[in-house]
């Protein structure tokens, strides 16, 4: 047996007796023992995969991904951390339960270190190259040394893999359990070794916690425990049952509290009728090819003509003006032969269990194949491989309100590379045993087949990597719209150095809705205190004797700095850069002198002016109504807790919303929600209509506090993703009023 055999490699010890059923003379097994290749650690292959894996996956790690769940999950981290705040529960999943908090329990090591956010990216990072060593090990062992090498280089350098393996995301982990996973089921059902069966249950409990597609990985286990069932202790089990009840312990104390509800949703969701659709397979292919798919192109008809392609539209990609781009010119014809291979690696696998080519058959007909089969591990392992893959077919049809996304197939890798690595090791094994004259340039050529291969992703994916971090891209691709971890901390980082350059006592930062509990959490560490607010429902200004501030400003809300002209006297200062999109403004601003408030209501709260400006964003958007509003008491920042005030005002005004894009569409009326305020901030409500334009109108006003939702008990302080609001109190005048009568004046 040569180191490029198909089946076992000579360092896993097989009993000869299944090695002659499998059709392998004993002295050629001997001949191959006493011929062994080097050592992992020796293989100068081993050394090249660690290269590729962990310089593409820590490449510029600040400027991966950093948006909403990124920030709340090391946000929670650090909190329990630094403030005694327990998580008991994850995320939302898409479809709407609560998840169990494995994940932030990962994130609370990096968090105990630093609260900079990017050291758990460089965990997460870690992790995966992990996997991709583990990949390479794994295929040696049970397929030889030529497998695990084009495996691990194909998995190393897939630029798709590369992007879920560098943020703050639960379901980025699964691959590095997928491969301990592997080498559980293969302990038990190839070596028929005991002691696989506990920890690959506590495996599948910990992978389910991080995103719930790995119950599929149920169906590979269940073929393991039929075929391995033997080599199980039953001591095992009591151990099993106690390690599941501390992993789920916190979750369940959780859901007792609230009455199961999140286990209820999730019967209802999997109940709801099923729907049939090809996007699994469309997704599953896409992790081989060397180009990038937009996962919303399906889900959101605003980015179905959204650029996929590795090379991003932008000119200045240096996968177009670079020699790179006579390597990046083959990424499709590559992907192309990728996706040929995959398939051809599926039938090979199939057929290789059912017709195992040189396996010495004893009985004939269907009874002596069936003996044949259930007698030989190496089968069996690559039985379990095409079932760990096959599961994707179950994902063809689903609940009728679920979408499909490519991270709901993240649990099935490394396998793609895995049977790829397989045939194309099994196709030079092949073109080695051929008695002809050109049998050696034949194997070179696949040899350097191979190698281009690698090369092709490499170029792509790196090139992917230096494009994210110099901008060269459209950051619409991403909903609502690709911020990195970077400019989230240039955000903080330049306003805070300009206020200390310039002895300014605050920042305020007003900015998209889905991005300020990101930039809140990084506000905290900073110098200057910092203000933020959400620039899609109002914005906050200081009073006159604060001084000059900074501010800064969204890069997509022009309206903004119209209204900041009119109510302040702004100098521009600088800009901060924001890859792939505009940049954000900074200014220095000081506020105008005004006039004595015209309504003083409670919870220190003063009305400026009862008359309400109407302005014009131009090229047909709709119009603003703008009214002036002072608060008088201060608020401090908290974690995840926020200060919120809704302006109602009537129906028939037509309200809409901007979303990111300055684009609109149907909402309630605003609710401004602020990280914390000074005393004397003007608050201004923006109330976008495209109702006709009243004379006068009423607004009735409410106050309510956001904390993260609490399960307390005793000194323990636990609490989950979720946020809940506090009583809401309606504003009233010093009559007992809570309606505010306005006039209207069009300032357009």
Known sequence: ???????????????????????????????????????WWMSWEFYLIVLLAVGLRLYRIDTAQYMTDHNTFYQMAHDAVAHGLWPISGNRSSTGPLIPPLFIYIMMLPAAITADPVAGNILIALCNSAAVILTYLFVRRYYGRLAGTISALLYATAVNVIIFS?????????????????????????????????????????????????????????????????????????????????LFAPYLYLERRRHYQDIVDLFRVATKPPVFSKDALLMYDTWIHSFVRNQFYSVMPSHQSADTHLIPSNAHSILLNTPLQ????????????????????????????????????????????????????????????????????????????????????????????????????????????????????LRSGFYVLVGL?????????????????????DNTYAFPQYFDLATMQRIVHQSDQLAQQHQLSRVYINIHGDDVPSVTYLAQFAHTPISVTDAAQCLTIPDVASGPVVYVTDPNRPDIDALLKRYTTITSVDTIQHPGGAPLKMYVLSAKPESQPALHLSEGLQLLSQQADVVSAGDGNPHTLVTRWKIQNSTVPEPRKSYNYRFQVPENLGLMARDFRNTYGA??????????????????????????????????????VTTPQHYDHGALKMVTFDVVNGPHISLQTADGTGTIPFSVTDQT
């Open 667 to 704: 909402n309630s009326a605003p609710s401004c929600s602020l990280s914390r305020n000074w005393s004397g901030d003007e608050l201004i409500p923006l109330v976008a209509f495209n109702g006709p334009e009243p004379q006068h109108l009423s607004m009735e006003i409410e106050k309510f």
């Open 326 to 441: 006579l390597i990046a010119q083959l990424s499709q014809p590559e992907s192309l032969l990728m996706s040929v291979l995959l398939v051809g690696a599926w039938l090979m696998a199939a057929v290789l269990i059912l017709w195992p080519f040189g396996s010495a058959q004893k009985q004939p007909g269907l009874m002596g194949w069936w003996k044949n089969l259930w007698h030989s591990p190496q089968r069996h392992g690559l039985l379990l491989l095409l079932v760990w893959q096959g599961t994707v077919l179950l994902l063809l049809r689903h609940s009728s309100n679920v979408y499909i996304y490519i991270h709901y197939l993240i649990y099935l890798l490394p396998g793609p590379f895995i049977l790829i690595g397989l045939l194309l090791a099994r196709i030079i094994q092949w073109v080695r045993h051929l008695r002809i004259s050109w049998q050696w340039p």
């Open 1 to 39: 047996m040569d180191r490029d055999r198909m089946y076992l490699s000579s360092h896993v010890h097989v009993p000869e007796k299944l090695i002659e059923e499998e059709g392998l003379p004993p002295d050629h097994v001997n001949a191959a023992r006493r011929k062994q290749a080097p050592a």
């Open 453 to 473: 291969i690698v090369l092709v992703q490499t170029a792509g994916s790196a090139g992917w990597l230096i494009d994210h971090a110099r901008g060269n891209f």
């Open 166 to 246: 560098r943020d703050i995301w639960q379901p980025d982990l699964l691959p590095l359990l997928s491969v301990l996973l592997l080498f559980l089921l293969f302990r038990g059902v190839v070596q028929r070794k005991p002691y696989w069966f506990a920890p690959a249950v506590l495996l599948l409990a910990a992978m389910y916690q991080l995103h719930s597609t790995a119950v599929y990985l149920a169906i590979p286990f269940l073929v393991a425990l039929v075929l391995a069932f033997k080599t199980i202790r039953w001591r095992e089990l009591p151990l099993t049952v106690l390690g599941l009840l501390l």
